[in-house]
């Protein structure tokens, strides 16, 4: 593990011939340029930076939406700012002088409109495909994550890059997520030349992070169920923005990779680190009463994401670190991004409470957790259908 750098960020290793990001044998006729979409967001922008510190790009073009300027703050100097909709067909005016596309815009925030949500991802992603395929943009290079896996109890420890998928589509972010896959291998076929790369992260942490999995640890105590065995994974965003920069300037990468720091964390480690106590309950309990709570509208995740802190789904990334890239972050430092991150909310299933709420739960801490604290909120919402 490598020190962090001298402006407190890191640069993911790699392992080029010679000192060049380009694969051995390949010869360009001119400098690549890379676009890249949601380039607002942390993400965007740290693959902006991370394309400046490979220098495999002669040209890069953070793509925006069309309105207030961005705070640019984070992008390297020569970056080029290019104004875009994503989910307007004439994208592809936007595309015409870019060989590679690295679409980052995915919405993985819990209090979005699963429609708009949905909307925003899958429409957006087809969008992309479609307008890069007709701007002649020769690789696109998708976002997902891990999820699309599934958390089964059965799952291999690690899970390899050419496992099934095996998650369920029930109208969440892993739906929205197994589609975007389903498109990013459809458009190769519908579009000859074009090249698609995916890449799968382990659980996303750092700045500007908000995720049913970040908002896990806003609890007052970590919900476990009983007779399981989770295992954490985590991606930091600089090692996520990384690979997704290394994915751009590797021609020779297609296809779907696997994105996470190496090994894994025990629930007992998560609780040392942490320093939260766990709140252990039946697993039908549990998930029944998740069920309840999402159709009363009154968490926004469903019941099939406590799946995921149940099973594990551990990923290795070892066909990403064969064609020469290393994540920086270990587990433990991705997870302590994620508790800096986290600090000073509180959640109940994925829910953000207001501070009344929350003052209320964190009173209860000793004997309660977050989900026992939303009873009250069913029983309130069972008073009112009767009045």
Known sequence: MSSPADDGKRTARLRPADGDTRPAGHARSRPLTVAVTGASGHVGAAVLRHLAEYGGAGRSIGLVPRGPKPDRAEWPAGAVQRSADLLD???????????????????????????ERTRQNVRGTETVLTAAAAAGVRRVILRSSAMVYGALPDNPVPIPDSAPLRAVPDGSLVADLLEIERLGR????????????????????????????????????????????????????EDLASALAFAALHEELEGAYNVASPGWLSQEQIEESSGLRRMELPAGLALGAAERLHRLHLTPAPATDLQYVMHPWAVTSERLEAAGYAAEYANEEAFQALLDEVAGHHAALARRLGKKDAAASLGAAGATVALVGTAALVRRARKKRRT
């Open 186 to 237: 459809r458009a190769p076929r519908a579009h000859p030349g074009l090249r698609v790369t995916v890449l799968r992260p382990a659980i996303v942490t750092g700045p500007g992070v908000d995720t049913v999995f970040t908002r896990h640890f806003e609890a007052p105590r970590l919900l476990v169920a009983k007779d399981t065995e989770p295992c954490w994974q985590f991606c930091h965003l």
């Open 89 to 115: 067909p004439s994208l592809a005016e936007r595309l015409s002088d870019v060989d590679v596309l690295v679409h980052t815009d995915l919405d993985t925030s819990p209090d979005t409109d699963p429609a």
